[in-house]
Every structure is written in C-alpha cells, then in structure tokens.
Nanobody
C-alpha cells in the first residue's frame, strides 16, 4: 500500500503564501502522477494542480499564475507553492497519488488525509 503524508497548511492573511508538501511511501513500483485537490465547506472536491512523471503539469484556471506544483524526479515528494492567496482558496487540501505497485497492479489511486488552509484577515 501507499501512504501519503501532507504538511504545510495553516492560517495566512490574504495576499500571503504557503507551501504544502506531500511525501509518498510504501510498496511503490513507480509513481505516475501526483496532484493536489481541495474541498471547501459545502463544495465538491476539485482539482488544483497535478504533475506527471516527466514533469508535465496541469492547473485549475482559478490558481494559474499563483500556484506552482513541483516534485523530485521520482515524485516521491511533491510541493504546492501557493502565492497571492485569496479567501476563496480556503479549503482542505488533499494530496493524490497515481502509482503502479507492480507491472500488473497499475494506476492505483491513493489519497492523503488532507491539510487545512485558511486564508483570512
């Protein structure tokens, strides 16, 4: 199995910055992609950003130009740098991992427990 440990959430004022981290561990053959999703109270979970093996990235329109996702070569650890934070960014942020556990156990999805980001003055 795969364990994801997130860190870096907290309270920040509008316009401020935070960096989230997610570390993957366990019986991983290969990580295909890692991503960050968020869920605000009363709303559905939504994509924030993803990074695939090879480095290609995808961002939600609402965070383009403000957030940046990065990771090490194997994507064992990924980061979400969040700048110019807005109250609308307040949410629980979840790390997602798409990994192959073996050549026969492919594209398995795993979620972290989430880290809370609150943007408020």
């Amino acid at each position: 199995q795969v364990q994801l440990v997130e860190s870096g959430g907290g309270l920040v004022q509008p316009g401020g910055s935070l960096r989230l981290s997610c570390a993957a561990s366990g019986s991983i053959f290969r990580i295909n992609a890692m991503g960050w999703y968020r869920q605000a109270p009363g709303k559905q979970r939504e994509l924030v950003a993803t990074i695939a093996r090879g480095g290609s990235t995808v961002y939600a329109d609402s965070v383009k130009g403000r957030f940046s996702i990065s990771g090490d070569n194997a994507l064992n650890t990924v980061y979400l740098q969040m700048n110019s934070l807005e109250p609308e960014d307040t949410a629980a942020y979840y790390c997602n991992c798409n990994a192959d556990l073996s050549l026969l156990q492919r594209n398995r999805q795993y979620w972290g427990e989430g880290t809370l980001v609150t943007v408020s003055s």
